[in-house]
């Protein structure tokens, strides 16, 4: 089994990860595989940054899906066989469709989303985000012009915020304080502290001396209009959440061997496996190779070296700075190597691990992506020792 054998029996793989740990670089080059090899993908990533536009050779993610022009693939020596589109998730659009389908009139959908509550809530309520970017994957899921969609997550520090994410936007439109409001506000659209119990008139009150009782007319408008959406909003947050169990989609959890990023995805691995989703394999990014221990001896090494060194460099000097950066590279290698040996025992040995080696050079293009996703696929592996 390798990552490539996941893209070819999935619809949507999903990879999820906390930040700077390559995810939105490994998410990239498996639609870039993926689309080499005939598939035709969707990357939909919640990444901005235009050094992964670059990457993908566009001047910019944009919220609609682009065609990744098949020229920019020749003009690395990179042959295509599938289509690769791109495109960034825009939370606030995402969540407008969503007040439009379940809004019971035009006039209610229009309400809420000229609210100033909802204009605010719609972009910064915690939790938003993640809930938007499973909604907009179980929308894309169901468009038959994409053989696979590839999603990259938003990095999280808590991989509840990801996971749970639909039942608690589901939670939040049925909640106590939800009530209240819907309570306190008449149907002719006054706002009244006769209309809830003594306690909460009590706490509004005290609340309207600071915000004014217009902006809680504002606040219970939007309140009592986005109540509409309960039955519809729910029923939908339990396909999504349901979806994301499906058979059909693989769940990739990248990491980096920084032991705060390893303890991190060991963390998402046992709330995936408590929320019944699938743990289909775990990349580690940025390993470091382990050079062999030099064989010769210092007097060996220098005799070897000055002939190439300028004349006012000491052979020996300049030998033992290069043992001292080797020594420290390969107590980096065995750091990782020891890190990835952790990780296999803490989840178990059975899962799929790919390890990708550290690259010098930023992966900056689509020659660099399909280069990583060669290790990510199995096609290259990272040596044992480099001699």
């Known amino acids: 089994m390798s990552l490539g054998d996941v893209l070819d029996t999935h619809r949507v793989v999903v990879c999820v990860g906390c930040g700077g740990v390559g995810k939105t670089t490994t998410a990239a080059s498996l639609a870039v595989h993926a689309a080499m090899t005939g598939k035709r993908v969707l990357c939909l990533t919640i990444d901005p940054a235009r050094r992964l536009a670059n990457s993908l050779g566009l001047d910019e993610m944009k919220t609609q899906e682009q065609l990744v022009p098949r020229r920019l693939f020749e003009a690395k020596g990179l042959e295509l066989e599938g289509e690769l589109s791109a495109m960034m998730l825009d939370t606030k659009t995402t969540f407008d469709d969503l007040v439009r389908r379940y809004a019971s009139s035009p006039e209610i959908a229009g309400r809420i989303i000229g609210n100033k509550v909802y204009e605010y809530l719609s972009g910064s309520l915690a939790g938003t985000q993640e809930y938007m970017a499973m909604e907009k994957l179980h929308a894309v899921r169901s468009d038959n012009r994409y053989d696979l969609i590839v999603l990259d997550t938003p990095p999280t520090s808590n991989a509840l915020d990801f996971l749970d994410a639909p039942e608690r936007m589901a939670d939040l439109v049925d909640s106590p304080a939800m009530r209240w409001f819907v309570q306190a506000f008449e149907g002719a659209g006054k706002f009244s502290f006769n209309l809830v119990g003594k306690g909460a008139a009590f706490l509004l009150r005290g609340l309207s001396r600071f915000t004014g009782t217009g902006f809680l007319e504002v606040l219970a408008e939007f309140i009592t209009d986005f109540n509409d959406l309960f039955g519809g909003f729910r ?46 394999a775990f990349v580690i990014n940025g390993m470091r190779a382990l050079y062999a221990e030099p064989s010769l001896q210092e007097g060996e090494l220098a005799s070897l070296v000055a002939p190439h060194l300028p004349d006012d460099m000491d052979a020996r000097r300049t030998v033992k700075r290069m043992r001292r950066a080797v020594d420290d590279a390969r107590t980096q290698a065995i750091a990782d190597r020891i890190q990835s040996d952790h990780l296999r025992q803490r989840v178990g040995p059975d899962l799929l691990f790919v390890e990708v080696p550290h690259f010098e050079q930023d992966v900056h293009d689509l020659g660099a992506l399909s280069q990583v996703a060669r290790y990510l696929t199995g096609a290259e592996t990272m040596p044992t020792v480099i001699s």
Do not use: C, G, K, Y
């Not at 990023?261 to 709330?271: G, L, V």
């Open 235 to 280: 029923e939908r947050a339990n396909e999504v959440s349901q979806a994301l169990r499906s058979d059909d989609v693989a769940f990739v959890i990248v990491t980096s061997p920084n032991p705060l990023a390893m303890d991190e995805a060991i963390f998402f691995a046992r709330r995936l496996e408590e929320f019944e989703m699938r743990r289909n």
